[in-house]
């Protein structure tokens, strides 16, 4: 039996095959199946939209030019999904560590302005989205971002930080309790961001 992620990653397998023969064409579609996830991901990595569209830009075409690396899930090579999760991830490391103001940036990791109603609320929920990100590690506000944000399996996070699953496991377990457990402090009147934090069946 297919699962959602097993029919995403065929559909990617052969859009990647396409593309290894020269295919732009197929390239395309898979920047238009991944671009929206990869841009969330990176806005809550880094903060500053415009900044979130160049990493995305640049992950994609570190992509292409290096879409032969990629061995294919058939051949313990992950899924292409988790594969370029590990590119975004390698480049908003790049940025943040050259960046002279990323430890403030890290508290902004889930705020995404988009999925909020009013511009006023928008402020409101992103206070409590700082404070809540605030009492998670580092890693487990990357797990989460990755996970419960960006939609990754636990394997394909795992795949993307290059960290064991059992541990991907236990950051987004521990960050999703956390998060909840400081959710419940906060005004619980006001809306927050919207990013889905109920139990995960992920493999």
Known sequence: MHTSQTLVSDVDEALVKRARTGSS?????LVRRHQ?????????????????????QETFL????NLSRWRGADQAGGSFRGWLFSIAVNAAYDQRRGHARAQRRDADWLADQDQIATQENGVAAK??????????SPDQRLVVALCFGAG?????AAQALSMPLGTVKSHAQRGRDRAIEVMRDLRPATPTAK?????????
Do not use: Y
């Open 36 to 56: 929206s996830a990869v841009r969330g991901f990176l806005c809550r990595m880094v903060s500053e939209p415009s900044l979130a569209d160049d990493l995305a």
């Open 62 to 65: 570190k992509a292409w030019k």
């Open 152 to 156: 990754l399996s636990h394997a394909e």
């Open 195 to 203: 990013i889905d934090l109920s139990e995960s069946k992920q493999p």
């Open 127 to 136: 206070l409590d989205l700082d404070k809540v990100l605030q009492a998670l």
């Open 25 to 29: 064409n197929a390239f395309d579609q």
